[in-house]
């Protein structure tokens, strides 16, 4: 046991959870999950973080102990969780990344994936009541278009439209899409016709890095959008971002990774207490955290 960690036990904390990444700095876990334990008055857990890569996740697992009840895990982990995972539910198998792990008594490891749930509930939320997405398109090909797939899927598109840069390099949307029986159209994004496929979505999903999607704003100005056409962008810092923007100006209704964010952390919460999370509370921390950046 090393002395940080020992300091945890001298405090009185029984129970912890840690988010790891690399980098890991700039994660809002931290003020998410910590403003849950005090909301729900579990004053014996603490949540932590630490920068870790590929090649050190397997010996900080195996330094845990019983006080530990579980992970949140960033990019590039999501992968390699799975290959160490003793078991890895039906979801984060499907998907093929689990941004989760669970400790069980005695050692065991779960995989899970939340960024599923996080994409259904944000894009639920802020949808016309009612709604009833018939079509999908989702922007990239990374472990965030996998959990997107999934979230189309469970809101009942079944043929979505998967829009890459390069149509080499979707291959986790592919063996997804094959594990889930959904039955994707693969679209180059620089192929004529690609703006009229977002114009005219129910949903739109874009998983690419901060201002990668930028150049789509144009895509949509001067479009005649509907309050049922959702667009979500994973993208949470400099909101709104300029597709986003651009798509609310249209017409269209917009969800924040913001919203991902808070609503994958709270099935997060769920799973690692076993209580369900005070969302507003979790929102509220979060909405401060971010003011303050």
């Not at 909301?39 to 019983?66: I, K, M, N």
């Not at 792990?101 to 939320?125: C, F, I, K, M, W």
């Not at 690692?272 to 999370?277: D, F, L, Q, S, V």
Request: one cysteine or more.
């Amino acid at each position: 046991m090393t002395d940080h960690e020992r300091h945890y036990l001298v405090a009185g904390v029984t129970r912890r959870a840690a988010v790891l990444g690399h980098p890991v700095a700039h994660s809002r876990s931290p003020v998410l999950h910590a403003a849950a334990y005090e909301a729900l008055g579990l004053t014996d857990w603490e949540y932590q973080l630490h920068d870790v890569d590929e090649h050190e996740l397997a010996g900080f697992l195996e330094r845990l102990d019983d006080s530990w009840a579980g992970l949140s895990l960033t990019m590039p982990l999501k992968h390699e969780a799975l290959r160490l995972a003793d078991h890895v539910d039906g979801l984060a198998k499907v998907v093929g990344a689990a941004n989760t792990l669970l400790r069980q008594p005695g050692g065991l490891l779960v995989a899970a994936n939340t960024d599923v749930h996080g994409l259904v509930a944000s894009l639920r939320e802020v949808a016309p009541a009612g709604w009833q997405p018939r079509s999908a398109v989702i922007v990239g090909g990374g472990a965030t278009a996998s959990s997107a797939l999934a979230a189309v899927g469970e809101l009942g598109v079944h043929h979505p439209v998967v829009l890459a840069r390069s149509l080499a390099r979707v291959g986790a949307v592919r063996r997804a899409a094959a594990k889930t029986g959904l039955d994707p159209e693969y679209v180059a994004l620089d192929r004529p016709g690609a703006p009229e496929l977002l114009r005219s979505a129910d949903i739109v999903i874009l998983t690419l890095p901060q201002h990668a999607a930028d150049p789509l704003a144009e895509w949509f100005t001067g479009a005649n959008l509907s309050p049922s056409q959702v667009l979500l962008d994973a993208v949470y810092a400099d909101w709104p971002t300029a597709a986003a923007a651009a798509w609310e100006q249209a017409g269209g209704t917009i969800a924040s990774g913001f919203l991902m964010l808070l609503h994958q952390a709270c099935e997060q919460v769920r799973l690692m207490t076993g209580h369900e999370a005070p969302v507003d509370a979790m929102r509220q921390a979060l909405t401060d955290s971010l003011a303050r950046a």
